[in-house]
């Protein structure tokens, strides 16, 4: 436990560094290198790809997408990706069949998916007033319920949610993660109206039974997210997908709701917007 809050506190400072370096180019590497490390935990030690070649175009690639809301030239993305499907498929046609198609396809889908999910603060920042409070509501669902959860379950839990997947996990613990995921939702738009009005002599307007249901939903797609994550575990006999964070596991271990949060959230305040 000792080992998990000192790691814990450093990974907190981090990220408010990152944060504070939300509007430079430094927070687009830092997303890239999560990212990044997040394509290789899910393709290496699962052993999903065996192919050196594959993991680093793969990685590559990885590094590259938190970038692309930022590229100047329209269409750029599609042939950096266009490129990148290409260089897999000729490692494909020229390893004599020692690559399986499905290494191939594998690959690409993780190193598609996940950098982008991870890409949408970058692209909250580009797009809208508002940013990095949206990055901070991410958080909030992704890691604020995921703590609750765990603290609910420790001390409620009574029914399995999903024992063959996550024994561990408890149907109180999911609806306690849930429950102060809308809490800490609504806390914050309070908090951060209060700012804008004080610091910023700015009026916002919260929604704020939207600012609860959407932060019951994200916080619900967390535990999804965290469900997907322990999928890929079991059927690879994994304790953790890394040992990067001591005592926490590896990136993906402590962003596997977040992958899922922020594409929600995202895609929710397109339709249903919490602030006007």
């Known amino acids: 436990m000792k080992q998990r809050a000192i790691t814990a506190v450093v990974a907190l400072s981090v990220l408010a560094v990152v944060l504070f370096l939300y509007n430079t180019i430094f927070f687009n590497i830092a997303i890239a ?9 899910l393709l290496h030690p699962t052993g999903y790809v065996k192919s050196k070649l594959v993991l680093a175009f793969s990685l590559v690639y990885a590094f590259i997408v938190p970038f692309f809301s930022t590229m100047e030239m ?3 993305q599609i042939w950096v990706s266009l490129g990148y499907f290409g260089a897999l498929f ?3 046609l020229g390893s004599k069949l020692q690559v399986r198609f499905e290494e191939i396809t594998t690959a690409f889908f993780i190193s598609l998916v996940t950098p982008i999910a991870l890409a949408i603060v970058v692209l909250m920042r580009d797009r809208y007033t508002h940013g990095l409070f949206y990055t901070f509501l991410i958080c909030i669902a992704a890691w604020i319920s995921d703590t609750a959860a765990y603290f609910t379950g420790r001390f409620f839990g009574r029914h399995k949610l999903a024992p063959v ?3 561990k996990k408890t149907v109180e613990g999911a609806i306690g993660g849930v429950a102060a995921g809308a809490v800490f939702f609504l806390l914050s738009c309070i908090g951060y109206q209060q700012i804008m009005a004080y610091f910023y002599d700015t009026q916002i307007i919260i929604i704020w039974y939207r600012a609860i249901w959407v932060g019951m939903f994200c916080s619900a797609m967390g535990v ?8 890929v575990k079991r059927q690879t006999n994994l304790k953790d997908f890394g040992k990067i964070m001591p005592g926490h596991g590896g990136v993906m271990d402590r962003f596997d709701s977040f992958l899922f949060v922020a594409p929600t959230l995202y895609l929710t305040i397109q339709f249903f917007p919490i602030i006007c």
């Open 33 to 41: 290198l999560v990212g990044m490390t997040a394509v290789f935990e």
């Open 74 to 76: 329209p269409g750029l």
């Open 90 to 92: 000729a490692v494909l």
């Open 165 to 167: 997947i996550s024994p």
């Open 224 to 231: 999804v997210g965290d469900l997907m994550a322990s999928v």
